[in-house]
Nanobody
Framework: VQLQASGGGLVQAGGSLRVSCAASGRTVSTQVMGWFRQAPGKEREFVASISKAGGTTLYADSAKGRFTISRDNAKNTVYLQMNNLKPEDTAVYYC?????????????????WGQGTLVTVSS
């Protein structure tokens, strides 16, 4: 599976941004998908995960109520809609895919990773 993240950019605090992850090489419908992020000098952390059919989602506490993960299996694409962004959301956002059968926040469960897209939130 090859994953290509896009949609990052510069946004003011309180603004919104949607990042996308396009998959190729294998249909995304067979994978649980996740978003992670890594801020400068920090470890990569879990943001959100979505089940194969999209019926189950899991969020980090920092993302609950502000971020929404979704997927369009017909387009082989997963999205992360981010609202009410804060400066502390500034990071490189990575999409990932796992053959693990359920949503998971465990980074080591993810088998495939995209290259990341930078989101910068200014105060």
């Amino acid at each position: 599976v090859q994953l290509q993240a896009s949609g990052g950019g510069l946004v003011q605090a309180g603004g919104s941004l949607r990042v996308s992850c396009a998959a190729s090489g294998r249909t995304v419908s067979t994978q649980v998908m996740g978003w992670f992020r890594q801020a400068p000098g920090k470890e990569r952390e879990f943001v959100a995960s979505i089940s194969k059919a999209g019926g189950t989602t899991l969020y980090a506490d920092s993302a609950k109520g502000r971020f929404t993960i979704s997927r369009d299996n017909a387009k082989n694409t997963v999205y992360l809609q981010m609202n009410n962004l804060k400066p502390e959301d500034t990071a490189v956002y990575y999409c990932a895919a796992t053959t693990w059968g359920i949503v998971t926040r465990n980074l080591v469960r993810y088998d495939y990773w995209g290259q990341g897209t930078l989101v910068t939130v200014s105060s």
